[in-house]
């Protein structure tokens, strides 16, 4: 996270994703600005390069490394592990 002087605000979005790269990269480019960052963890289960590729030059985007990634199923407590890695 950037420090900025106490007047600016600085937004962190955590975001999950599995399916529908497209839109992930949608989702960011509608919420992009300079004073914001995304942190992404993509689930273990798939592959992350059609979601890493369309974004990898963008600054202000984070994918977690492979070895914090986690196998997320839907309703399980692993769903809530992502969010706090």
Known sequence: MKLVSSNE??????LSAYTEPES???????LDNE???????????????????PLQDRKNVYFLPDRKRVFVYWG???KLRCNII
């Open 9 to 14: 605000y600085v937004c962190a979005y955590l």
């Open 24 to 30: 992930l990269v949608n989702l960011v480019n509608a």
């Open 35 to 53: 004073q914001v960052e995304f942190y992404i963890h993509i689930d273990k289960k798939v592959d992350i390069f059609p979601f890493k590729n």
């Open 76 to 78: 399980g407590i692993r």
